[in-house]
């Protein structure tokens, strides 16, 4: 290639990345990569080094190298610079795999390549499947370069309370027309037999099997940590055995939907998603903890939650829902505009603060600066508070929103450094002034306006993760026309089943867990063996996957094998404040923009450490402090084998297999002999054989894993 084609491709791959090419140069690209090995060596080092731009908080990877560029230059009061542009080198797989999917859309535009099915599904020309289930407006492929029809209804007025006092949809809605459900979705029997067909029929199509329905054991077990945080106690496992009712799972399960456990796990799981597991932030961790554990408690619909936690005012101590944003609004509310995208719609824009998405076209610079201009009237407020038994002075924060009767506009520069101006805008709804409503009134109820929702879409997603492992996208938190659906009818029956029961959470969990695919065992057969998501391929829900316990699971159920009940904890104060001092030991807050965490807890030493001899097991296998020890050892009527029994009913919900035990029977019998040797009390020697047999079964895999 001479000087002067480099010269050439260098311009045009320039202009490929800003988004300002057309059909004829992008032809050329492809001559000139196609052309010479030096053509396409300069396409893969320029991609590589320029194709990427990303800003601090994109969570585009913490192992990235990346470098900094200082913005330069002066700005008016009145506009907002970007303070630094950053870089990140792609390495290994991942660049190659970028890089051959800008390639394969380069050919694909030209004409190079011909159409298969799956690169046809993104296309507008595309002909449609037997059943088309067309996606939402703002991602669908259908839509794409069309103008949406344009209804503009009235905003309804906010009530004190921050929820919009009316369900009627936000201005300049944007109407399609979705296919009808196959199944009435104010039936559950419906709604579950939908799930089962759908997944019935994706295993038929792969030539695969299901595995057995889970013993009953294996299934409370997994029930209880995926809906109470825990496991359950031996009395609530003999319970259900001794249970004659051929519909016990599902009495269980809404009845474990009722419990406080219920609320209190969900609301733990939904707090370090919104804030993180530090401490270190200066926000009121159990506030927001407390407020969301009022929603599950009280099954307020997911859309309140949402419409509260993005317009929340006031005190971080008096308003819980505020703390989300709170957190988030350092560095020109750009770690606000990504996390609220990212939670709630399960959508990552954060990397186009700097450019075009390099596969869905509509995703450019424009859309991540219209969305973080929702929030450019809001701001934090620093106070301090006096305790008056004590004395003592913290700071607290407040949020605050400034007068939205005028918009205020966020500006970006572009590639080439020209400074540009993006109103609040979303799913294609241009916002105008409100005199009763702020800019994020209107960001939540156009976030919940539509039937078909991406809001409902990602809360199913998240939740199909939370129950399964595993999501229908790769990444949960990454749903889009650029990602594979594994399920996409599923998902999008399910989805709209739930917004259209008003985003009733509990309802949705019972569909879920009253389906077949969560009642299957963990154990593979033959016939279902390449259904394996961690090895990389598509989740096929043949079988339960294994999930390891969070660290709240942890934390709960090693208090539930020292025999303190949940009830006891609450009773003590200690849910809540003992479980956030434990969990300090694992997790740091970041100084950065993407307001991450650091971690330990990730089969790290310090979690090694832990469960071998942290405080928790130590209470746990000491008979003065565990109850479960105590009771068993103390009860005489029990011989040595029950003894076994009792002890791995409470640690791992089971009995114990009898190779199992004849192999733990003869461990004992070794233990004693040594002990004896060492003239240790034969009474002494038998207890501290038995702690270790507990101590054992606490730290086996299987207690660490959810199956």
Not at 138 to 150: K, L, N, R
Request: with cysteine; aromatic share 8%.
């Amino acid at each position: 290639m001479n000087t002067k084609s480099r010269q050439e491709l260098l311009t045009l791959l320039e202009g490929f990345l800003e988004g300002n090419i057309s059909q004829e140069e992008l032809t050329r690209i492809e001559t000139l990569v196609l052309s010479s090995p030096d053509g396409r060596r300069l396409y893969m080092d320029f991609m590589q080094l320029h194709g990427n731009l990303y800003w601090d908080a994109a969570g585009c990877g913490a192992d990235s190298e990346v470098r900094t560029i200082q913005s330069s230059g002066k700005f008016s009061s009145h506009v907002k610079p970007i303070e630094r542009f950053r870089r990140r080198k792609v390495v290994g797989v991942l660049t190659a795999a970028a890089l051959l999917i800008c390639v394969g859309l380069m050919l694909r535009t030209s004409g190079a390549l011909p159409f298969n099915q799956q690169t046809a599904s993104n296309d507008k020309n595309t002909p449609a499947d037997t059943n088309p289930v067309p996606l939402p407006v703002d991602v669908s492929p259908e839509h794409q370069g069309v103008t949406p029809d344009i209804v503009r209804v009235q905003l309804p007025p906010k009530d004190k309370s921050g929820v919009s006092g009316s369900d009627q949809p936000v201005i300049d809605k944007v109407s399609s027309e979705f296919k009808a459900l196959p199944f009435d979705p104010s039936s559950d029997l419906e709604v579950v037999s939908f799930i089962n067909q759908e997944l019935r029929e994706t295993l038929d199509d792969h030539g695969v099997r299901p595995s057995p329905r889970s013993e009953e054991t294996e299934w409370i077990r997994r029930v209880h940590l995926d809906l109470a945080g825990r496991i359950p106690t031996s009395l609530e496992v003999e319970t259900f055995l001794n249970q004659t009712d051929a519909n016990k799972r599902a009495l269980l399960l809404d009845s474990l939907l009722e419990s406080r456990d219920f609320a209190s796990h969900f609301a733990t799981i939904w707090t370090t998603l919104l804030v993180g597991r530090s401490t270190d932030r200066v926000i009121d961790r159990k506030a927001l903890y407390t407020y969301l554990e009022n929603q599950f408690g009280n099954n307020q619909p997911w859309s309140d939650t949402v419409t509260d936690l993005i317009t929340a005012e006031g005190p971080a101590h008096q308003s819980g829902p505020t703390n989300f944003l709170l957190a988030h609004l350092n560095n020109e509310a750009v770690p606000a505009t990504a996390m609220t995208a990212r939670i709630f719609l399960c959508q990552q824009i954060q990397c186009t603060q700097c450019h075009r998405h390099p596969t869905a076209k509509d995703w450019g610079q424009e859309k991540f600066w219209e969305f973080n201009a929702f929030f450019q009237k809001t701001s934090v407020k620093k106070q301090m508070l006096v305790d008056e038994k004590t004395g003592q002075t913290k700071q607290s924060l407040e949020l605050v929103e400034a007068d939205s009767s005028q918009l205020e506009p966020s500006y970006y520069l572009d590639l080439r450094g020209v400074m540009k101006v993006a109103y609040p805008r979303f799913a294609e709804v241009e916002i105008q002034p409100e005199e009763d409503l702020t800019l994020r009134d209107q960001l939540a109820q156009l976030l919940t306006a539509e039937d078909d929702s991406q809001l409902a879409k990602a809360f199913v997603n998240r939740s199909w993760l939370h129950f399964f492992g595993h999501a229908f996208t790769r990444q949960v938190d990454d749903m889009g026309p650029h990602h594979q659906t594994s399920h996409p009818e599923l998902l999008d029956g399910i989805s709209k089943a739930f917004a259209s029961n008003q985003y009733d959470v509990r309802r949705l969990i019972r569909w879920i867990c009253l389906s077949d695919a969560y009642h299957y065992t963990s154990t593979p057969i033959e016939e279902n063996k390449i259904d394996d998501p961690d090895a990389g391929e598509t989740p096929l829900f043949s079988r339960m996957y294994l999930k390891p316990l969070s660290p709240e699971q942890i934390f709960n159920s090693l208090m539930v094998a020292s025999g303190v009940s949940p009830d006891e904890r609450r009773h003590r104060g200690a849910t809540f404040a003992q479980r956030e001092e434990w969990m300090q030991q694992f997790f740091s807050a970041l100084e950065n923009e993407e307001n991450g965490e650091l971690s330990t807890f990730d089969g790290s030493l310090s979690q090694t450490l832990m469960m071998m001899n942290g405080e928790l097991i130590q209470k746990a296998i000491d008979p003065q402090t565990g109850h479960v020890l105590r009771e068993i050892l103390s009860d005489r009527n029990k011989s040595e084998t029950d003894r076994i029994k009792d002890l791995c009913l409470a640690a791992l919900s089971r009995y114990p297999t009898k190779q199992e035990l004849e192999s733990i029977r003869k461990m004992l019998r070794n233990n004693l002999r040594q002990r004896a040797s060492r003239n240790v009390p034969s009474h002494v020697a038998y207890t501290e054989a038995f702690r270790d047999v507990y101590w054992a079964y606490l730290n086996s895999s299987e207690f660490s894993v959810n199956h």
